[in-house]
C-alpha cells in the first residue's frame, strides 16, 4: 500500500457488495475511509471487515437511512482528515486521478474544495473516453469547509464555503452498468424524489420542461457532453437521460394537477 495523503475517502452504502470492494481498492492513497451502511443484508459488512483485516485504514459504522443528503452528511462529519472525498461504491479513481491528488491536496488556503470529472460504464461499450464526461462535480472538500444541502432529495452535493476549482485532469469511473429494465426503474425512482422535491418547495410546473426539456437533455448529453463518440452506446445512455427529464417534469405536473383538481369518478354526469 502507498504512502497515505490527509484525506478521508467517506462512501454511504447498503448491499453493494458486488462493487465495493474495487471502490476500496482505488482509495489506498487514503490516511482513512469511512463507510456508512444503513442496514446490508448481502456480503457488504464481511467484505470490509476483510479489508479491516488486512490493515487498511476504514472505519465501518452503521447508520439507519436519512436519506441521500442526510446519509452523506453524517459520513461527512466522521472524517478526521483535513480533507474529504466523496465517493459512492460503485465509483473508482481512475489512474489519472490517484496521481494527480497530492497536487490537488497542496491547493492554496483560497480553494476549499475541487469539482471532478465523472465517466460513466456504457452496456456494450466500456468506460467513456476522457473526451467525454458528465458535468463535473464536487466531491473533493476541505474539512469543515463544505455540507450538503439536506433539502435535497436527490442528486446531492456539497455546498461549499468558499472557492471551487476544476480538476485539470482524471476522472471518477462509474460502474454499475444496469440493463434497461433496471436503469428505467431507477430513472422512476430518482425521477419521483426530484419531483417530490420540486413541489414541496412549491416550485410550479413549467409546460416548456415538459415539452422541450427532454430533447434538451438528450442534446446536452449526445453532442455538447460528446457521448456521440460511444455509438449506439452513447445514444442509448443520452436517450435513458431524457426520459428522466421527461418523467420529472411529467410527474411536477400531475402533482400540481392532482392537488388543484382531485380525480374523481364523474361518469354519470356526462
Given at each position: ?82 480533507w ?26 483560497e ?12 452496456i ?59 436503469q ?75 392537488k ?11
Amino acid at each position: 500500500m502507498t504512502s497515505k495523503l490527509p484525506l478521508s475517502a467517506f462512501i454511504i452504502c447498503l448491499n453493494e457488495e458486488g462493487y465495493l470492494g474495487n471502490c476500496i481498492e482505488s482509495l489506498d492513497q487514503c490516511a482513512e475511509i469511512v463507510i456508512v451502511d444503513s442496514g446490508s443484508t448481502d456480503g457488504t459488512a464481511p467484505l470490509v471487515q476483510s479489508y479491516i483485516d488486512k490493515g487498511w485504514p476504514i472505519r465501518f459504522m452503521y447508520e439507519p437511512w436519512r436519506g441521500y443528503a442526510g446519509q452523506k452528511q453524517f459520513a461527512l462529519e466522521q472524517c478526521s482528515q483535513p480533507w474529504c472525498f466523496n465517493i459512492d461504491a460503485d465509483e473508482r479513481l481512475d489512474a489519472p486521478l490517484r496521481k494527480l491528488l497530492p497536487d490537488l491536496l497542496r491547493a492554496p488556503a483560497e480553494t476549499v474544495g475541487w469539482r471532478v470529472a465523472r465517466r460513466p460504464y456504457l452496456i456494450g461499450y466500456g468506460y467513456t473516453p476522457v473526451q467525454v464526461h458528465e458535468r463535473r462535480n464536487l466531491r473533493l472538500i476541505r474539512r469543515g469547509r463544505g455540507r450538503y444541502d439536506l433539502s435535497q432529495k436527490v442528486h446531492e452535493g456539497i455546498v461549499p464555503d468558499g472557492r471551487v476549482d476544476n480538476a485539470r485532469s482524471g476522472s471518477l469511473l462509474h460502474f454499475r452498468p444496469l440493463v434497461m429494465d433496471e436503469q428505467i426503474l431507477k430513472e422512476n425512482k430518482y425521477s419521483s424524489l426530484k419531483a417530490d422535491q420540486q413541489f414541496e418547495a412549491g416550485k410550479p410546473p413549467r409546460s416548456y420542461k415538459l415539452v422541450f426539456g427532454p430533447a434538451l437533455y438528450f442534446f446536452r448529453l449526445y453532442f455538447r457532453n460528446g457521448l456521440w463518440r460511444c455509438g449506439l452506446p452513447g445514444f442509448i445512455e443520452a436517450m435513458t437521460g431524457a426520459v428522466y427529464a421527461f418523467l420529472t417534469a411529467a410527474k411536477i405536473y400531475q402533482r400540481h394537477a392532482l392537488k388543484a383538481r382531485p380525480n374523481t369518478d364523474d361518469a354519470l354526469s356526462h
